[in-house]
């Protein structure tokens, strides 16, 4: 069981800094949290 919830910590911990602190070229280097709190993903058409 204790190996179970050290494994759900790690991958919380993951997630927050791949969305929270994560440059993602492909949207200008910036976090995709960064994104969504200016309303980008809402205009955003692709391409």
Do not use: D, I
Request: zero cysteines.
């Amino acid at each position: 069981m204790f190996a179970f919830l050290v494994a759900q910590l790690l991958a919380a911990q993951w997630l927050w800094q791949y969305n929270n602190e994560r440059p993602n070229s492909a949207v200008g280097g910036v976090p995709p949290a960064q994104l969504l709190q200016v309303g980008w993903f809402s205009t955003y058409k692709g391409g």
